[in-house]
């Protein structure tokens, strides 16, 4: 396989998952990890990719601030498993809520041709479905530059007039005794007033956060309606379930 056929499906790859490493692709393309490494040096260089320690990262994400990168690229296989998920809940026609989570962020490749309106304080989600198929209403308010996302009271308050269907959230921790648990008190405030103004709430949220308590507890189980993470144990997810919870972790 030539070079230029070889460019065009780590670019396809790393569009649609956000990030790849090298031993991935070249598992998927059936190439050397030698070869892969070589291209993705040639098309860093090009300006085409970002190339990271294992493997390359989509400019648009980079272009975020470094932190927000990295997050969004930590458990990325769950991350996207977790979003092919979620993305089956959404149907035309539906008004979503979408916050600033590095997991919610994922969802935007699976939304890009559904005819949805997307309320986001979010700016890379923003960047990330300009010129698709989604209409995005902006929430105002201030902006925190490290996290790209808007927040503060003007925000909540444009929050509260509108109505959604869904609202598709993510939190820094979740436990079945002490409920949801966040890592600042901006983030806490945007989920509590976004779930609030959402007919169905839903919670992404990778299993590394289950049972985990963060700096801030600040709602309880019940604000939030389904949980959609990775393939976990059934035992594990009983105690979600029997707090009243649905439970969404297989395709």
Request: with cysteine.
């Given at each position: 396989m030539s070079y230029q056929s070889r460019k065009q499906i780590i670019l396809k790859i790393v569009e649609e998952k956000g990030e790849a490493e090298v031993k991935e692709l070249a598992q998927l393309i059936d190439t050397?990890?030698?070869?892969?490494?070589?291209?993705?040096?040639?098309m860093a260089a090009d300006g085409l990719?970002?190339?990271?320690?294992?493997?390359?990262?989509?400019?648009?994400?980079?272009?975020?601030?470094?932190?927000?990168?990295?997050?969004?690229?930590?458990n990325a296989d769950k991350k996207e498993y977790i979003c092919r998920l979620a993305a089956a809940e959404?149907?035309?026609?539906?008004?979503?809520?979408?916050?600033?989570?590095?997991?919610v962020f994922r969802l935007c490749p699976f939304l890009k041709n559904k005819r949805i309106k997307v309320i986001t304080n979010s700016l890379p989600v923003v960047y990330e479905l300009m010129n698709t198929e989604v209409a995005i209403n902006l929430i105002g308010g201030e902006l925190d530059s490290e996290r790209q996302a808007v927040h503060g009271i003007i925000a909540a308050e444009h929050i509260q007039r509108y109505r959604a269907t869904k609202a598709f959230l993510g939190t820094d921790g979740i436990s079945p005794d002490t409920g949801l648990s966040a890592a600042s008190e901006k983030e806490a405030e945007m989920t509590k007033a976004m779930a609030s103004n959402a007919r169905v709430t839903y919670l992404l949220c990778d299993?590394?956060?289950?049972?985990r308590n963060r700096y801030?507890?600040?709602?309880?189980?019940?604000?939030?309606?389904?949980?959609?993470?990775?393939?976990?144990?059934?035992?594990?997810?009983?105690?979600?379930?029997k707090a009243g919870l649905r439970v969404l972790n297989q395709l």
């Amino acid at each position: 396989m030539s070079y230029q056929s070889r460019k065009q499906i780590i670019l396809k790859i790393v569009e649609e998952k956000g990030e790849a490493e090298v031993k991935e692709l070249a598992q998927l393309i059936d190439t050397s990890e030698i070869t892969i490494r070589r291209d993705l040096g040639q098309m860093a260089a090009d300006g085409l990719i970002y190339r990271t320690h294992g493997g390359a990262m989509k400019l648009s994400l980079v272009n975020q601030p470094v932190s927000f990168a990295q997050k969004s690229g930590v458990n990325a296989d769950k991350k996207e498993y977790i979003c092919r998920l979620a993305a089956a809940e959404i149907h035309d026609g539906d008004v979503i809520f979408m916050d600033c989570g590095s997991t919610v962020f994922r969802l935007c490749p699976f939304l890009k041709n559904k005819r949805i309106k997307v309320i986001t304080n979010s700016l890379p989600v923003v960047y990330e479905l300009m010129n698709t198929e989604v209409a995005i209403n902006l929430i105002g308010g201030e902006l925190d530059s490290e996290r790209q996302a808007v927040h503060g009271i003007i925000a909540a308050e444009h929050i509260q007039r509108y109505r959604a269907t869904k609202a598709f959230l993510g939190t820094d921790g979740i436990s079945p005794d002490t409920g949801l648990s966040a890592a600042s008190e901006k983030e806490a405030e945007m989920t509590k007033a976004m779930a609030s103004n959402a007919r169905v709430t839903y919670l992404l949220c990778d299993s590394s956060k289950l049972g985990r308590n963060r700096y801030l507890t600040f709602a309880p189980l019940s604000l939030v309606d389904v949980l959609v993470t990775d393939e976990q144990s059934k035992l594990l997810l009983q105690a979600y379930e029997k707090a009243g919870l649905r439970v969404l972790n297989q395709l």
